[in-house]
């Protein structure tokens, strides 16, 4: 009885949404106009885009790749009616690709027009996600265009972000030579970073359990079209592992200070334990300087990361983006072969450029987000880059060189200009502040410390020592040099090989949970370091996690134990002898070679020691063996 009354309520929901909007006409079926509309388009865009899931600002497309295209909202706002379609750039009369439907609920195939989709029913919606299988070699550049009806009488179409422009590429999304990245724009706007974690049990299924869930410090930049930090199809840096492996932002902000002139401003944000809640960052572009890259990692998992790369903040006509939103996919580092959130080390070897994660990809039903019906993966995160301040809007000015923004989340203190001399801090008896500096136009303005008063007013013969006993003395004895400022700079890691731990330096949070030491487990032991007589053996494992709020602490990284082999040869003959081929273990087994079907799986494994003399040769590297997968859709 409940089931049918859920079933009654949901069938009155479905029908009381269910008048789709009707586009076209019977003599133009694919038309692209609402039919029952009959007041014109508005002007823009309204914060409606068309992405491909897992690309950032993508230019080209695989002949015969498949891809999901999104159509989506910028929150608040949404939407109830659409029209999606592909038409060749050089025949705008001719389609371009094939669609398939994912969600029945919310897409159909527009009637006598099966190369579009529209709505299926006007139920307020803020995404929707179709797939996409790019038209054969040869075809050129394709042409998305999407119409979109707010609500009853509101509409926009083809404007801005309504229209996505693909070329037939081979894909690298290298595109350091890409004028697209180009920037015409004047003056240095600051933009503030929000990253708004979306990751939980009531979102994704086979969620980690327990804590633990967290996404890792924020690391990333504005920085020029010469340097990339990570992108699609590119091999991970080590900075990039340490933080898709382990969370750690180290290493790669000291990959990032030693660009130098190509970074603007270092952005970093404390992470989120658990993955719920938001990271803020500020930061500044300029027109030499308009991109921005960042990473952080979903924990705990093998090496899987979420991000943009090379987001580009200036518009077509020489202006500054006032709000971009990102909705973020999972990726994979490339650095392990981990199917499922704690996994176990299984560094891959060769390291894998980086690659997107989906609902198809790997198609293991481990993977936490396998879906065999390929329903597209919800977004585990937003990032919002919202433009706050426009700065020197004038283009007679330099470019700068980005040096003067590094630490813009770091704090810094007062900046000093040329020739002006920082004046000595004084601190007082129950002050918690240095006394306020007259920023005047004269050049003696900053150099008024009080401790050059008391000589005039106190002469040295006029204070008898009874008078002022030693112990009212220090506090204005103090030594000026033993407090200069700049020896505590707030979180600034200049990349001086210190291994410098931002987050024990953290102050706690009340209320937090307690987090305890992640670690991994110790691998093999190795080889003795000897090869005859006496030696040492090692074993070491790695920390995923260092703890938070009293957490349990860390153990030992690293193991030794001694080892004896039989005694050592007293000439080179002996030192000859037959040695038997030793292997090491066998890897992880690689995803199925195909995504349906019937496919190929291997593994690999690598010699440790090869034979020598007569000894038992070595066995086979790779394994192979037959996989299986839901049949083809034909």
């Not at 265009?145 to 309504?162: E, Y």
């Not at 499922?340 to 936490?368: D, G, K, L, M």
């Not at 801090?425 to 006394?435: A, F, I, N, Q």
Request: hydrophobic share 30%.
């Amino acid at each position: 009885m409940t089931r049918l009354l859920l079933f009654f309520v949901f069938f009155l929901s479905v029908h009381h949404h269910g008048q789709c909007y009707d586009f076209g006409s019977v003599d133009n079926p694919c038309g692209r106009e609402p039919a029952t509309i009959d007041l014109p388009k508005r002007e823009g865009s309204n914060g409606y885009t068309i992405a491909l899931e897992g690309h950032v600002n993508p230019t080209t497309y695989v002949p015969g790749k498949t891809y999901h295209v999104t159509l989506r909202s910028t929150p608040p706002v949404s939407f109830k009616g659409f029209f999606l379609i592909a038409l060749r750039e050089d025949d705008i009369e001719r389609s371009s690709g094939t669609f398939r439907i994912l969600d029945n609920i919310q897409s159909e195939v527009q009637p006598d027009c099966p190369y579009a989709i529209k709505d299926h029913a006007s139920m307020t919606k803020t995404r929707i996600t179709v797939e996409w299988t790019a038209p054969p070699i040869g075809t050129g550049c394709v042409l998305f265009k999407a119409t979109v009806i707010q609500r009853k009488k509101v509409w926009f179409m083809d404007d801005g972000d309504l229209t996505l422009r693909l070329c037939e590429g081979d894909d690298t999304n290298s595109n350091s030579n890409d004028e697209s990245l180009d920037c015409c724009a004047c003056g240095s706007p600051k933009y503030k970073i929000t990253f708004e974690g979306m990751w939980s049990s009531r979102t994704h299924r086979n969620f980690p359990g327990g804590y633990g869930d967290h996404w890792s410090d924020l690391i990333g930049a504005s920085h020029t079209r010469d340097y990339t930090i990570w992108e699609y199809d590119g091999m991970s840096t080590p900075g990039v592992k340490q933080v898709a492996e382990l969370g750690s932002p180290i290493a790669l902000e000291r990959e990032i200070r030693a660009q130098g002139s190509n970074i603007k401003t270092v952005i970093t944000a404390p992470g989120l334990w658990p993955a719920i809640g938001n990271m803020t960052a500020l930061f500044r572009t300029n027109r030499t300087h308009n991109l921005v890259s960042v990473l952080t990692m979903l924990g705990p998992s093998p090496d899987w990361c979420v991000g943009i790369s090379k987001a580009n903040l200036c518009t077509e006509d020489c202006g500054w983006e006032e709000m971009k939103v990102f909705d973020l996919q999972p990726w994979d580092a490339g650095t392990d072969s981990g199917l499922t959130y704690r996994a176990a080390n299984a560094p891959t070897r060769p390291q894998e450029p980086i690659h997107a994660i989906s609902s198809s990809f790997p198609a293991n039903e481990q993977s936490p987000f396998y879906s065999s019906s390929r329903v597209p993966i919800r977004p585990l995160a937003r990032i919002y880059l919202e433009r706050i301040e426009l700065r020197d809007t004038s283009c007679d000015e330099p470019v700068n060189t980005g040096e003067d923004d590094l630490n813009l989340n770091h704090g810094g203190g007062m900046m000093v200009k040329p020739g002006m001399t920082k004046p000595p801090m004084m601190v007082k008896p129950g002050m918690t502040k240095p006394p306020m500096m007259n920023k005047g136009n004269g050049e003696d303005a900053p150099t008024m410390p009080p401790k050059q008063m008391p000589p005039k007013e106190m002469p040295p013969k006029e204070m008898p020592p009874k008078e002022m006993p030693p112990k009212e003395m220090p506090p204005a004895q103090v030594p000026v040099e033993q407090m200069p400022p700049k020896e505590m700079p707030p979180k600034v890691m200049p990349g001086t090989g210190e291994e410098v731990d931002p987050i024990p330096a953290r102050p706690r949070r009340p209320g937090r949970p307690v987090i305890d030491c992640m670690m991994t487990e110790f691998g093999p032991w190795s080889e003795c370091s000897s090869t005859c007589g006496k030696g040492t053996m090692v074993r070491k494992r790695m920390i995923k996690q260092k703890p938070r709020n009293g957490g349990v602490k860390c153990g030992k990284t690293k193991e030794k134990k001694r080892c004896t082999l039989e005694r050592c040869p007293r000439n080179e003959q002996q030192r000859n002898r037959d040695r038997n081929c030793k292997m090491d273990k066998w890897g992880d087994w690689f995803p199925c070679s195909v995504t349906c079907g019937e496919g190929v799986q291997k593994r690999m494994r690598r010699v440790k020691k090869p034979a020598r003399g007569n000894g038992r040769p070595c066995e086979a590297t790779i394994e192979e063996r037959v996989c299986f997968n839901p049949a083809c859709q034909l």
